[in-house]
């Protein structure tokens, strides 16, 4: 009898060992995350100043650079400098704004896309002059505001998707949410920098123009035309070309005391819970007709996981973190988040994955307000993914398909900006941000709350 209960245990154990171990209960060395993030950084970031230095990006399995437009704009030292001066990266931070400087100018005569520009460069060049002083970078950041202007001279108020940097001509007046109402962190910055109200009164008068062309049911629409205000896409939704201006409505309230935007918020959060929240195995975002509200898709992916971090800071912390577990096993499910997933199906939409940091982002600010390490070890489960299947010899690369791994010629300079600055914050032991200081831009930038 002895000798069979003492083999039953034994197997009791054995199975126990077996069994995998739960990486969300697993201790985080934070000291040792936050080294291994700032050492994959340079890692990427050496791969760019070897390969595509003056470039807007680099492409890392071909080590070569492409540039978005006819001349460099330096996309990647711009978005990236705020990075290198959190991760006190002196030396590289030091040769970055050597070649911003010396090289960076908007007297071009090119289209560029006035929402990537703002978020990327205005963004990048605002957080700049706050990290680092020089007044140069604050000079730059109003040129390109100036030059961003004449898109916003629509009917509406609503901007055009494209601007001329040197002839203010403007093209492609179908836009979006998006595209439309993310502008106010940056713009209210350069407002409260300069004194020009301008830029706040200008981004906001297209907030409000958006929001006035919301549906009897609280929603938003895909696409509009900026100069008839007429709606040609009513899918509502919260992922990408509608997403960021949910964010910029709590950010822009919280970091300017603005209580129009905290008005706006309340009156279309309602929507957002009634219609498109879904409960299916766990809470989701799904889709749904702006005019009826009927569900159009079960589609939840990468740049819907921005939400748990908007509504943390909203203060709505409960739905939060349901959300964020729902963005854990988009992220699991395959190893690696895909670009989007049917999570009624828990299959792939598209299965790429292009760096995004939004997981990340809404980690961070998950613990930063909730001091729950569960949170720690999502990221810790992020951040080995990434360098398990998106590192290589040069840098780090996007992937085709979740499901092969295959990686692509590309790194955008969010991942530079983003997802690995998010990491970072999440694993140093010090709060190197204070959330009743700064506030991010869609981008990562840090930007200083003035009421």
């Avoid at 390969?51 to 890392?60: E, I, N, R, S, T």
């Avoid at 492609?172 to 595209?179: F, K």
């Avoid at 006035?212 to 919260?238: A, C, K, Y």
């Avoid at 995004?356 to 982002?361: A, G, K, Q, V």
Wanted: glycine letters at 6%; hydrophobic letters at 40%; proline letters at 4%.
């Amino acid at each position: 009898m002895r000798q069979m209960a003492f083999l039953m245990a034994l197997m009791i154990f054995a199975a126990c060992a077996d069994r995998p171990k739960d990486p969300l209960k697993q201790p985080v060395d934070r000291h040792l995350m936050a080294d291994s993030v700032k050492t994959e950084f340079l890692h990427a970031w050496n791969g760019y100043k070897t390969h595509a230095w003056g470039y807007d990006a680099l492409k890392p399995l071909s080590q070569t650079a492409h540039n978005w437009y006819e001349h460099s704009l330096l996309m990647t030292p711009v978005d990236a400098f705020s990075t290198l001066m959190l991760m006190q990266l002196n030396q590289e931070a030091s040769e970055a704004k050597k070649l911003i400087l010396k090289k960076l100018s908007f007297d071009r005569n090119m289209d560029v896309q006035v929402f990537e520009v703002n978020i990327r460069l205005l963004g990048g060049l605002l957080s700049a002059y706050e990290l680092d002083g020089d007044p140069e970078f604050l000079r730059l950041a109003e040129d390109l505001a100036r030059r961003l202007l004449p898109a916003f001279r629509s009917p509406t108020g609503m901007p055009c998707r494209t601007v001329n940097l040197r002839t203010g001509a403007t093209r492609d007046p179908v836009s979006n949410p998006a595209e439309i109402g993310t502008y106010i962190l940056e713009w209210g910055t350069l407002s409260r920098l300069t004194g020009n109200e301008r830029y706040y009164d200008t981004a906001k008068k297209a907030m409000i123009s958006l929001y006035q062309r919301r549906s009897p049911l609280n929603l938003l629409g895909t696409q509009i035309h900026v100069e008839t205000g007429q709606w040609l896409n009513t899918e509502s939704h919260l992922s990408g070309m509608i997403d960021s201006f949910y964010e910029y409505l709590v950010k822009g309230w919280l970091m300017f005391g603005d209580p129009e935007f905290k008005s706006m918020w309340e009156t279309l959060k309602p929507g957002i819970d009634r219609y498109l929240v879904d409960q299916h195995h766990g809470l989701w975002i799904g889709r749904a007709d702006m005019g009826t509200g009927r569900r159009t898709r079960t589609w939840f992916g990468s740049l819907d996981c921005f939400f748990p971090a908007t509504l943390a800071l909203a203060g709505e912390t409960k739905m939060a973190r349901r959300l964020q577990e729902s963005a854990y096993r988009l992220w699991t499910q395959y190893g690696i988040e895909p670009e989007m997933m049917n999570y009624e199906t828990m299959e792939t939409v598209n299965a790429s994955y292009s760096l995004r940091p939004e997981n990340l982002e809404s980690a961070y600010t998950l613990y930063q307000m909730t001091g729950n390490d569960r949170y720690l070890a999502m990221g810790k489960v992020f951040f080995d993914s990434l360098v398990r299947y998106c590192r290589n010899e040069t840098a780090y690369a996007h992937l085709r398909s979740v499901h092969t791994k295959e990686q692509i010629d590309s790194m955008e300079s969010f991942f530079l900006a983003e997802t690995l600055k998010y990491a970072y914050l999440l694993f140093h032991p010090e709060r190197l941000v204070n959330f009743e200081e700064m506030m991010f831009n869609t981008e990562a930038h840090p930007l200083r709350i003035r009421h």
